[in-house]
């Protein structure tokens, strides 16, 4: 290692860029965990049976759980969730307040999605009269709070670009379950088939690979140019002396 002479500005910058990068691939390691553990703690809870009404209000962690539904849409009040993309065309989703026959509370209920090309000409969609026996399961955003907001006027149906359930239930003066339902295939269901994860672990694995070997390149470039400076300063050293 005598003739390892890397300079102190190259020395400087590796020590504040590799930690950061090293950082970054092991962070992307975590989130591919994180993201593999919630996908099979949902895909359990989407294959178990069906719960009520009741069993879902008391759970302390009500993501992902399948609810069986009885009773009536409002339709007056519908919401449509803005921007989704399906396939490579727009669309919205569509929310409608429902209401249980037995206990009289009011559930928040994803229909699905619906293709809009064009927002010149208005939505048209159709929400069933007769009572309703529907499966759907629980959405909890994981760690985001939403708030509702309203994009285009005060009347119904109203454009939003996020889903608070709770909100629309004080608005409405209602008292309503806080949680957004996912419907289940169905007669009254759109286009369902949310994704758990937006992205899967697989991509968090090759963005760990990616942070991980530019630290390696780092490394290496430190290391080549520190012992080609230093050749160099002991090839002048020598001829001085010579």
Known sequence: MSAFRPGLVPTLVVLALLPILLGLGFWQLSRAEEKRQLLSAAEARRVAAPIDLEQLRSSPDPAYLRVRLNGHFDGAHSLLLDNRIRDGKVGVELLQPFQDSASGQWLLVNRGWLPWPDRRVALAFNTPDSAQELIAWAYVPPGAVFELKHLQGSGWPQLIN?????????????????????????????????????????????????????????????????LRKGRENNNESSTRHA
Not at 172 to 181: A, D, F, Y
Not at 187 to 207: C, F, H, I, Q, S
């Open 162 to 226: 996020q889903v608070d359930a709770a909100a629309l239930w004080q608005q409405l003066g209602r008292s309503g379950l806080p949680l957004e339902l996912r419907l289940e295939e169905g007669p009254a269901a759109l286009r369902t088939g949310w994704p758990v994860v937006a992205m899967g672990p697989e991509k968090n694995l090759g963005y760990a690979v990616q942070w991980f070997a530019m630290a390696a390149a780092l490394l290496g470039l430190f290391i080549y140019f520190g």
